[in-house]
DNA sequence: GGGAATCTTGCGCACCAGGCAAGTTTGCTC
DNA sequence: GAGCAAACTTGCCTGGTGCGCAAGATTCCC
């Protein structure tokens, strides 16, 4: 994912997943909001006012894992065919993350961010990492329509099928012994547009 | 809608409106980080600390309008007849909602509020203000639900719902001339599921 | 009228975002 | 490999913020 791209890069890269899981362990032990920007800081062995060039904000530092998924999401989206119906599309992408999750190495991001629940003041700041991609969401699948309201579809599609997602990811944190892929699954088959394809 | 309830929560609910219009106005004039609390509570009348009495950030206070709307439509749902199937009476309780606002006094807040487009860093709060009432709405619409999956389909049922009503507010906003009742129309429309009122 | 409940306010404190200006590290070229 | 430019880190500092606390004001209700 991140090939050998410069020195520089590889290490902005360790730096910011070093605070995102530093950021996420001391949320789990302490509880998100007796932790103190600084801690987390600190136990990534960098500045506080270096956290600051990384994350706006310690709940931005926390998504970041989330944001990164969703992240690969669109990408792994970019690789399906042009053609497909957009909801089938979006499926299919959305089930090769979950398999991605439930197999690779992002499982132990898993197993850390399950311990971010049962903070429902946390429920906000999750959204807000959603609605960030939601336009960028759109304006991929606006290139996948046609016809009059193109753009509205592109953002009807974009945020449901993204609250979609988020339940099924709450559903799959929620419940560990269920993979990943079949919470998703089982989301997308309840929420599945009556026209998909349609002009 | 507040009936005499007697003194003290009228003056509460005055102080609340207050401070969500004096947030409203200022944004709009000076862009919503230019404004400061304290300004905030200087316009309505109030001190600082006052402020957090009621509101817990800048930005609860800017969309305190949309909490109260979205609170209104879970009223207008709960009045729907509990045997209709989910999304159609979703779709009905929006609808009322959306001629609440092109008719009622609530045309003045959708001129207010349509200042505070174009400020996209805005969007992740709207996201919030719609996360807090998914909740409810979640557990509103179990209540409706029979069948195995009922929680998972009614959390997936409450997102993608709001999801669509959030998108066609947002075009609302943009689009002054179209009336809100149409915007929700058109995307209830492309959002409808494939299977309403399955087991 | 008067006591209980509730709300407002000022004060204080820990915390936070982000501008600025050194100092340090990395990238690139010869 | 020397050396310069670009990029990154850090400390310092300032204007703001959220919230606990306790004193004073207001409302409620008998």
Redesign the interface.
Known sequence: MDEAAGLRERKKAATRLALHEAALRLAAEQGPDRVTVEAIADAANVSRRTFSNYFSSKEEALFYGDTTRLRRLLELLHAEPADEPPWAALSRAALHLAAEVDDGPARAWLNRRRRLHGH?GL??????A???IE?ELAGELARRLTGP?QT??A???A??F???V???T??GIEHPDTPMIDAIR??LA??????DGGS
């Open positions: 429902p429920l906000s700041h999750q959204a807000a959603y609605a960030a336009r309201d509205l579809r953002r009807v599609l945020a449901t993204l609250a979609t988020r339940v099924a709450q559903q089982a989301a309840h929420a599945a547009p009556a026209s």
